[in-house]
């Protein structure tokens, strides 16, 4: 039987290339470039290379109309209950739907059974043509991966499509046009103590807090009394949820002189309440903001001023944009970061310049600090690592260790 190949057309409204494949559009880039030529090609050759004879795909125990669209849906289905902890989503789903994208805009209408290798690397070069860190790249397939894996023990797919995706390995260092992102480094003490006094005094105290001890943000803003044992010289914190905890591992941080400081005005609230609020921060926002300088007004207000007034107010009121939410009793992490952010960007409106740093550098920080002082186990201990080598990457290799063996011997 003859096949008709899908013809390189143009989209005059947007200038881009595509390509119809199985009633399927498909959106190459720029007319007329190297590029969506190279990747117009890639997708015929693939096109080509699927068996026409469906009885040559299917295989027992599968669905024969299952598309990667059905089958991302079925996932999606078993991932929204199996990804919840505590009747709360967890963000593994929002990093699971990005991951996903691509593969349902270049296979989404593809039967499932015969998503080979190939078919993933095209899906990991579109992730690459999107700009895409190789690390997130990697971690993305992997989770495409996972899908099919899933997919093999529902007995959706044969067990030989998951044997044949996990042969395509991940993209490695300096062999990929991916591009890398620079590795997390600890932030200066200095660059952390300038932000401080333009942060509300609980953003400041979570700061120096986090500092000092190398706790993660996320067991940061979940702190409660009712999870720290005071009764001791050394208090200790056991966070109600951590990284880990799905596996089953228990954490226990140990709170010394310096931070007890910080957490004792805080310890008076309900057991159950935690210790930083941004509804606090907020109550204080208002009583330091600064007065307005500005001239008085000479003129009369008229009432059609007033008019005006009110209308804009009532826009704002139901624009969904300027929907005011009240502060929350607890932070999260990104709003976390997002109050260091403002208080580096209020900084810089006074006249002092400051680097931008994210609460994680403040991890690595003390990290590289206990790792110099104690010991490469003592920071495995504290930053709560099950192994060594992990805790190799957030400690900083001590230098002057190096030069002083170098000085004597070499």
């Given amino acids: 039987m003859r096949v008709r190949i899908p013809k390189y057309r143009l989209h005059k409204a947007s200038g881009q290339a595509l390509v119809e494949i199985n009633g399927r559009r498909i959106y190459l880039g720029k007319h007329a470039t190297d590029a ?16 026409r004879d469906r009885s040559l795909i299917e295989a027992p125990g599968e669905t024969p109309t299952l598309t990667v669209n059905r089958l991302i849906l079925r996932y999606w289905q078993f991932a929204e209950g199996y990804y919840t902890r505590d009747g709360k989503q967890s963000t593994e789903l929002g990093c699971l739907r990005e991951a996903l994208l691509p593969l ?17 690397k095209a899906v990991r070069q579109q992730m690459v043509d999107r700009g895409l860190s190789r690390g997130v790249i990697n971690r993305d397939v992997g989770r495409i991966k996972r ?36 590795p997390v480094k600890p932030v200066p003490d200095l660059h952390v103590a300038l932000v401080l006094p333009f942060v509300s005094p609980q953003v400041a105290d979570m700061i120096w807090l986090q500092r000092v001890t190398g706790m993660r943000a996320g067991e940061i803003v979940i702190m409660r009394p009712d999870d720290i044992d005071n009764t001791g010289d050394v208090w200790t914190y056991e966070p109600y949820d951590h990284k880990n905890r799905w596996r089953g591992h228990s954490k226990s941080i140990a709170l010394g002189p310096e931070a007890q400081r910080i957490l004792a005005p805080y310890m008076d609230r309900p057991a159950d309440r935690y210790l930083f609020a941004p509804a ?27 008019r005006r007034r009110e209308k804009i107010k009532e826009q704002r009121r139901r624009s969904r944009r300027h929907r005011s939410r009240s502060p929350g009793d607890r932070y999260d992490t990104n709003s976390y970061r997002r109050a260091i952010e403002r208080g580096i960007a209020k900084a810089a409106k006074n006249g002092v310049i400051i680097p931008h740093w994210h609460p994680h550098q403040l991890r690595h920080s003390r990290a590289t600090e206990i790792r110099r002082q104690f010991g490469i186990e003592a920071a495995q201990v504290v930053l ?13 290799r001590d230098l002057e260790l190096a030069q002083r063996v170098a000085k004597r011997t070499g």
């Fill in 384 to 396: 709560g690592h099950a192994k060594a080598d992990v805790t190799q990457v957030y400690a900083e």
């Fill in 280 to 306: 606090e921060a907020e109550a204080w926002r208002v009583v330091h903001r600064p007065p307005y300088h500005g001239r008085p007004r000479k003129t009369k207000v008229y009432p059609s001023e007033l």
């Fill in 36 to 51: 969506s030529h190279e990747r117009y090609h890639r997708l015929v050759a693939e096109w080509l290379s699927e068996p």
């Fill in 104 to 120: 349902r805009e270049l296979y989404g209408r593809t039967p499932a059974a015969v998503f080979g290798p190939k078919a993933l």
């Fill in 147 to 182: 899908v099919f894996k899933w997919a093999v023990a529902e007995e959706l797919v044969p067990p030989s499509l998951y044997h044949a995706l996990q042969a395509v390995s991940g993209l490695r260092f300096g062999r990929t046009e991916a591009r890398e992102t620079e």
